[in-house]
Structure formats: C-alpha cells, structure tokens
C-alpha cells in the first residue's frame, strides 16, 4: 500500500516536473516576440537554456560510473577479453590525468597573466578616484593606495622576471628571442616606472603625479600583453599540454580518421550490393545512379552534353522530393509524441484514467 | 522557416489543429474504438529476428546510436521494450551499446521494466547496456568490435543516424546478423537498404512501437499522425492549385499556404 502510494506521488512528481519542464519553451515559443521581451523571458532565455544543458551533463557521470563498473569488473575477475577493458580504463586514466594537468596548467598561467593586467588597472581606477572622488564607497587614502601598487608592481615584476629568465634557460621554450626581449624591456621600463612613482610625494597629488600614474599604467598593460604572449606560447610547449596533444590530436582524432576513411570501403560494398540488379526498382536505382556518377564527372559531358543537368534534376526533383517526404512524415510523427511525451500522456496513465 | 525562433499565427493554428486531433484520437480510443493499422514488414521482421537469435544461440544488438533524449528516442525505446520482453522471453543476451549518457538511463530503465512485465525481473543484466562513447567514430568502432566479439545474430538500429551508421551495418553484415534499421535521417536509410535485411523509412519508425504493442494511446497517436499528414497533404494540393493559377492571377501568391504560415504577428494589423 505504501510502495504504491510513493509511486503514485513519484509519477505525479514526474509528470510536474517534465509539465513545468516543457512549458517554458512552449511559452517562449508560442509567445510573440514583442511578447517574450515585455515580461523578461527574452533577457533571461541564454541562462535558463544554459542551467537544462548543465543539469544534461551531469549525466555524464552515469556514462562514466557505467564504463567503469563493466569494465572494471571484467578486468577484476579476468573474464575473457579483459585486457581490451584494461586498455580502455588505463587509456581513460591517462585522457582524464593529461587533460586534468593541462586545464591546472591553464589555469595557473590565466591566474599569473590576470596579476599582471590587474597592476595597470588598478593603477588607473587609482587615477579616476583622484579625478573624481566615488560617492558610494569609502577608499583608503590616496598614499596608502599607491604605496600598496609599488608594492604589488614590484612583486609581479619580479615574478615575470623569473618566470622569462626560465623560458630562456629552457631555450625559450618555443617563445622566440624577440618577445623575450620585448618582455625585458618592457620590465625594465616598468621598473622605472615604479622607480619614479617612489620619489613623488602622494599627500596631495597635483596633474604631474597622476600623468605618471597614468603612465605607469600604459606601461603595466604592454607588459602584461607582452607576457601573456611569451606564456602562451610557453604553454604550448610545455609537457602537460605534448602530453595532451599525443593523446588527443596524435592518437584519438587520427584514430577517429581511421574509421572514417573505412567509409570508402564500405560504401564500395555496400554499392556493389545495391546495384545487383534484380529487381525493377533496383534497376531503376542503378540507372539513376549511373546518370548522377556521369553527371558528376567532366567524361559525363563528353558523353551526352545535357549529362550534368539531368544529374542536377535527379537530385533536385525526385531526390528531394523523397527526402522532404521523409522529413514531413518524421516531423509531424515528432510533433505528436512531443506534445504526448510533454502532457504525460502514457498507456499507463491512461488505463488507470480508465479504471 | 527554418531556425523559427517564435511562433507565427499560421503555425499557431496548425499547432491547435494538432492538439484538437490529438485529443479526438486519445478520446476515440479511450471509447474503445479499434484503429487499422497496415502491416509494416520490418516491424513484423522484428520477432522473427530475436526468434533467430534463439534458434542459433545468438545475442541480440540494439542500438538508439546518436539518439539524444526527445521524441525519437521516445519512439525508439517502444520497439526496445518490445525487443526486450522477446529477449527475456526467449532468455536472450540483449546488448544495448550507448552513445548518449542521458538516454542511457531512460534505456536501462525501458529494459529493465521489460523484463519484469515478463516475470524475469532477475534475469535483467545491467551490464548489458554498454556505454561505448560519446564520440561519433569512438562508438562507431566500439559497436563494430562488440559485434565482432559477440557474434550478434540480431541487431537493431533504431533513432538517428550520421555517417557512422554504414559502419554499424556493415559490422552486422559481416557477422552475418539478421538487421532491422529504422532512421529519421533521410540521408542514412539508403545505407541502410544496402546493407540491412529491413528498413524502416522516417515516419514509420514513430509507428513501429504502436504496431508492436498495440496499445490503445500509441495506437491512436499514429491515428492522429495520419490525420495531420493529411492536413498537410491538403496544404500541399492547394498550394500546387494556387502556384499553376498565379501564372495568370497573380494576386494569389497571397494566399499561398507557406506565405500565410510565414506571415508574422505584425502582418495580423489589420
């Protein structure tokens, strides 16, 4: 009795949900545009569409778990095949440890390249305060702010320093001497920078202290785009990035090439098998077939000139006219089991309406 | 219209018109009205194949291949669930190799329920739904060793196809499977002619599980389908009717089906 009456509030809850589910796209839909912008929808629409395709990838999880539970025990209790399985999972280890050291990798670098631009946006939100004092938030004076920036250029600059005179000693590691180069002048012109904005007196900043801010904060931005180039094109040398790009690029996309090109055979048996005449349709096929292969190549012109329009033909009338029909039919087959499948209409539903 | 992105008014009564059918179907039927439906070989070729798999020892294939969740594969797990009770009936080895998480679980649960509407509940064998790839020719050469490997004596390739699907059937025709295709994709199925025993072409892949089951909402369903199909094949004689009488009446070109489906709300001022 229990289990019956949590069933039924589990189908109900389901039949809410996949309602309320459906209803949103329906209205987005069925409401005209003017319509959808008036109450909102339309501002929102990229944010809800984007929270379904979050909640489809967690999905992801169940193929995950699945791979591992079948394979896993196969390899466990060495059942026949189980080193196809152990391939599988250890090339699944080394996918998900290449790409999870790559996105650290990333991460770290983006982390390091936002440090540096931050120092020359600081600088000149810094130099709008002084122009035109905020009236919604309290800021630290004026000295303190600045002696925190020559602070903070002083360590970024440091560790950009650092960080291009390892790329050297690592050969440049695919960064080429000249950006190298530039990143070092641009750290020493930042370092005077940070030299002269030491020397001025912050107390009360006149248009000269702050055309020097200004500055410092060019400066810092060039530096910042100068490094982000020379790490980029570190990244794309480093070892977790090969790594990543033996397995992905050299081994999964040439792999997924591979079957691809089986195509081509396929097609050749396949071909050979449809053109077996033996029938009246099948006859039918091979002519049309011939006609579109000749219609294709330049020989086909050679042999009759119009060749190349009856190909066309083929392809635009009947050849299209089939394929809209399978469409229609499919799309109004779709349309009728989405309107089932949105209103919860089930055999089962309906035999326990009928009871 | 393609990439229609808000109703217009043509579409909207089409739309209504769809749910009134619909609805005059469900009630018919509820009333117990019998609806025809003609016999589909491919759908009748469906039992035979599990029934050879039976004779010969075999483990039966399906797979929904790209399918993601919506109303093809909606279609696609009536005709798995038909397969399964056959299978569980016939104490088959049923491998449903995956592509898609998401419509993973909704077939492991289709197969699962199969198999206990047949009384063989514990027989249901979790590991045979196979999660192979999310990647097209990941799957395509996953699917091509499970057949190889197993020695399928059935398979079914029922949902969406891209250019996998003549290496799927080709992996069946090599291991000599009884194959039964059924695809919404115009561009698949003459691969599929070519190399399945079967084919089942768009919309008669909506109308297999109706035709399996014979329940009376699948049934009356596909009843409604065909009464709109021939809504739309209306559509289609007067639009042939008014394009020949624009050549000497121009005027008519307003009133030609796709310009008053296309109209937008905007037109409806007056």
């Known amino acids: 009795m229990v289990t019956t009456q949590s069933t039924d509030t589990r189908t109900k809850l389901i039949r809410i949900f996949t309602f309320l589910g459906g209803i949103y796209f329906f209205l987005y839909f069925v409401l005209p545009e003017s319509a959808v912008t008036a109450i909102g929808m339309k501002a929102h629409h990229e944010q809800i569409s984007n929270g379904f395709i979050v909640i489809g990838a967690m999905a992801l999880g169940l193929g995950l778990y699945n791979i591992v539970r079948a394979h896993g025990a196969r390899v466990v209790f060495q059942r026949s095949g189980w080193f196809n399985s152990l391939a599988l999972l250890v090339g699944l280890l080394a996918m998900i440890g290449a790409t999870s050291a790559q996105w650290i990798e990333n991460l770290r670098n983006t982390k390091d390249i936002l440090s540096v631009q931050v120092l020359g946006e600081f600088a000149m939100r810094i130099v709008e305060d002084a122009k035109n004092p905020p009236t919604d938030r309290v800021v630290p004076p004026f000295a303190e702010r600045v002696s925190a920036l020559v602070r903070y250029g002083e360590d970024r600059v440091s560790l950009i320093e650092s960080h291009t005179n390892v790329s050297v000693a690592a050969g440049t590691n695919g960064a080429s001497s000249v950006l190298v180069s530039e990143v070092r002048d641009r750290i020493a012109a930042t370092r005077a920078k940070i030299g002269e904005l030491k020397t001025i007196s912050w107390a009360q900043p006149g248009d000269e202290a702050l055309s020097r801010l200004t500055q410092f904060s060019q400066d810092a931005a060039k530096l910042a785009s100068s490094y982000s180039i020379v790490k980029r094109s570190h990244d794309a040398h480093s070892t977790p990035q090969k790594v990543y790009d033996f397995l992905f690029d050299g081994l999964f996309n040439q792999l997924g090439s591979a079957m691809f090109a089986l195509l081509g055979v396929y097609i050749a048996a396949a071909a050979y098998r449809a053109f077996r005449v033996r029938t009246i349709e099948s006859g039918l096929m091979m002519i049309a077939a011939v006609i579109v292969m000749l219609g294709q190549i330049s020989f086909g012109k050679e042999i009759y000139e119009h060749m190349p329009s009856i190909r066309q033909w083929l392809l635009e009338v009947p050849n299209s006219a089939a394929f809209r029909a399978i469409r229609l039919g499919a799309g109004v087959a779709g349309l009728m089991l989405a309107i089932r499948m949105w209103l919860s209409i089930e055999s089962k539903s309906f035999s326990s309406g009928r009871k | ?270």
């Open chain 2, 1 to 270: 219209m393609s990439g229609l992105e808000h109703i217009t008014p043509g579409i909207l009564v089409i739309l209504v018109i769809a749910c009134g059918i619909l609805y005059r179907e469900l009630k018919r039927a509820q009333g117990g009205y019998h609806h025809f439906i003609r016999r589909i070989p491919g759908v009748d070729a469906v039992e035979g194949a599990v029934g050879r798999c039976a004779e010969l020892g075999r483990p039966v294939v399906f797979t929904t291949a790209l399918t993601d969740i919506g109303p093809v594969l909606y279609a696609c797990l009536g005709v798995l669930h038909a397969v399964a009770r056959k299978a569980a009936q016939y104490k088959l080895k049923l491998i449903v190799p995956q592509y898609s998480p998401e419509a993973m679980a909704l077939v492991e649960d289709t197969v699962r329920e199969a198999y206990r509407d047949v009384g063989r509940g514990s027989s249901f064998d979790p590991d045979g739904i196979k999660f192979l790839s999310g990647e097209q020719f990941a799957f395509a050469s996953g699917y091509m060793g499970l057949m190889h490997r197993e020695k399928a004596g059935a398979a079914f390739m029922f949902g969406a196809f891209a250019a996998e699907a003549l290496v799927l059937a080709e992996a069946g025709q090599q291991v000599g499977a009884r194959q039964v295709a059924a695809s919404v994709s115009p561009e698949q199925v003459a691969f599929f002619i070519c190399t399945c025993d079967y084919t089942l072409i768009g919309e008669e892949l909506f109308g297999a599980s109706a035709y399996l089951s014979r329940e009376p909402v699948q049934v009356a369903t596909l009843a409604a389908q065909d009464r709109l199909k021939l809504l739309f094949l209306g559509l289609i004689g007067v639009g042939v009717v008014l394009a020949t009488l624009q050549a000497w009446y121009p005027g008519v070109a307003a009133w030609m089906p796709h310009t008053l489906l296309s109209a937008d709300w905007s037109s409806l001022a007056w």
